[in-house]
């Protein structure tokens, strides 16, 4: 017999996790107790937040595709977590967060640090559950991780009373195989297939869609052997990116209010429009009213609930995209289209010549942020992961970022959650020290979480932190200048000297303004082999285009 | 808008009826009715659902809520797909019972299911349009009190979820 606490961490073990995310507190002592035997066999990371601590496991979970571990005490520490949930939920992060509980008898009696955390976190968690007996633990967790990684990951939280974890019971891990209730992978309908084959053999000008299901579902290779047979132009979410290299053939660009011209516009020339693996959010397809109404829809896609959701499917495949796609790819004849091909390069070159020029190679006045990720992607390796904040530094980098490789990006999407990235970049480096992880963030979104610099100095992880500093909430700003006459409400910060914050947490800092000292400045953080703070003053009222306004068609999208 | 009643067939555990109640909130759609109970299988409840939404809106419901991983299986049906029933009760003084209110109560197949010194409760089933209907003529004999059932529901088209678990692989 062991006691309740214990068998928390070695069910933790028992699934091979790596590190927990953590911060300790009366509810969850038991637990951190328990964790001062095993530190040889699970390593614990202390962040400075619990939104550090999630953000972190999400970050780990998005680069390494396993589940990220997450620990806190309940109440305060609890609800701490509730953006990370948010986040993970919409983003399909696979998570198993451990909240404390106040002791069963006191359930319901407003005792010290009690929160109703399975009533609060209900809508952002895909399962959770309170366990109240020591039995029910192993159990409970065992659940837990099946739910978060299989069909469409998510994150799950268990609540543990302290009592459960004080008991003592038996520990015999039996690790969850299914769930009677759910059924996370169906069997491909041929039909379906087939359907989907013939409108894709017949199409003039097929066009393919691809989300981070592919990068979910595994199946980047896949997606590449349909490319090669097909010759089909091939577009990325946000999400997307880094499924396809940006250096292959068929890869034509980026979705999305802020992505690449001709992926937008197009959108509403193709007759076949093929989407893996994605959801159709608003982001990508603006007014819907407006969008791909003269194409045939193809939608593969395991959640059938998002199969219809926002755009109607001619034929829908639901399932496995690494099922459905080598389907897919041996159902259909090989072809090629270089005149409609032709047409993404040519619309590729307006923008080119509108925007990648000025934005990418200033001369004079103040930086360009898109400067800064043109020589990051000079000097890094092609392994290395971009993580970013949200705002222009987000969307510039990942519009420039040279995407080679799956999993190298790491962004809050669907939620947009400001202060995600230093602690999901921490996450993202711990899963490998020796990979470059850069992360972009702004002036603004830094300061929600900066307290996370503590724990990168505490882990020694070698972060490269990119503070594009443009002295704004400059995306709000945007929509200011665009939308709102010009009136700057509440944009623009007073800010502190990041680079002695950065220095107190023991950071290599630099601060750069002018252009001439850019270059060597970032040659020498990505050389620099432990945490780096590049800051980086920028022009303070740049822009990002293209833009699809809020309420507009794709082809509406404008390049100034 | 159309009728549609929801039968969802769940794991019992805690909270199930809490996360399907939010999909509906959510997207600010009212509940006209719902019902839990047990199952004709062990262990598993089934909850009917009574909204009135869209022809799009009640496929999107369906599927979220299918999506729960303690959901076991959602239908969903128009009115005529089920056979339904709504059971109501009426709370009248006893001294409002005259020959008038029994030959509406005969009328109606209602019965009077608790008779006590001060007030007699009459007991009657169907459609809301029909308990509905008794309701208005028994407030002018003093009404005192009123309360009706959600819908419980079978289906007619044939379905069986002992079958859907049985093909589980
Ligand atoms: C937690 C949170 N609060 C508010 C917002 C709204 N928002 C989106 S971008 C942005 C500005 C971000 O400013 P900064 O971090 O300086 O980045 P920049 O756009 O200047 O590159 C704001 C306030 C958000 N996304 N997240
Ligand atoms: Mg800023």
Known sequence: MIRGADIVVKSLIAENSEYIFGYPGGAIMPVYDALYDYSDQIKHVLTRHEQGAIHAAQGYARVSGKVGVVLVTSGPGATNLITGLADAQIDSTPLVCITGQVAAHLLGSDAFQETDVVGLSMPGTKWNIQVRKVEDIAPAIAKAFHIARTGRPGPVLVDITKNAQVEFGDFNYVPCLGVRSYRPYVTIDKKAILDAASLINEAKKPYLLFGQGVVLAKAEAELRAFLDKTGIPAACTLLGSGALPQDHPMYVGKLGMHGNYAPNLLTNQCDVLIAVGMRFDDRVTGDLKRYAKQAKVIHLELDPAEIDKNVKATVAIQGDCKDSLSQLTEAVKPSFHPEWMKRFRELENEEKKAVYANDLHGTHGGLHMGEVIRLINQFKEDDAILVTDVGQHQMIAWRYFDFKQTRTQVTSGGLGTMGFALPAALGAQLHDYNRQVICVVGDGGIQMTIQELGTIMQTKAPVKVVLLNNNYLGMVRQWQQLFFDKRYSFTELENPDFIKIAEAYSFKATKVTDRDELESAVAEMLLHKGPYFLEVVVEKEDNVFPMIATGCSVEEVRLS | ?169
């Open chain 2, 1 to 169: 808008m159309n009728r549609y009643t929801i039968l969802v067939y769940t794991e019992n555990f805690i909270g199930i009826l809490n996360r399907i109640t939010i999909i509906f909130t959510r997207r600010g759609i009212n509940i006209d009715a719902l019902t839990a109970s047990e199952s004709r299988l062990d262990g598993i409840h089934k909850i009917t659902i009574e909204v009135t939404v869209t022809p799009e809106q009640i496929i999107h419901l369906v599927k979220q809520i299918d999506k729960i991983v303690d959901v076991i299986k959602t239908y969903h049906f128009t009115d005529s797909e089920v056979v339904y029933q709504e059971i109501a009760l009426y709370k009248l003084p006893t001294e409002s019972l005259d020959p008038g209110l029994e030959k509406v109560i005969r009328q109606f197949n209602a019965h009077i299911i608790a008779a006590e010194k001060e007030f007699v409760v009459i007991e009657f089933t169907g459609h809301k349009e029909d308990t509905q209907a008794l309701l208005e003529i028994l407030k002018p004999f003093n009404l005192l009190e009123f309360s009706r059932s959600g819908r419980v529901a079978i289906a007619k088209p044939k379905f069986s979820v002992q079958e859907y678990l049985n093909n589980q692989t």
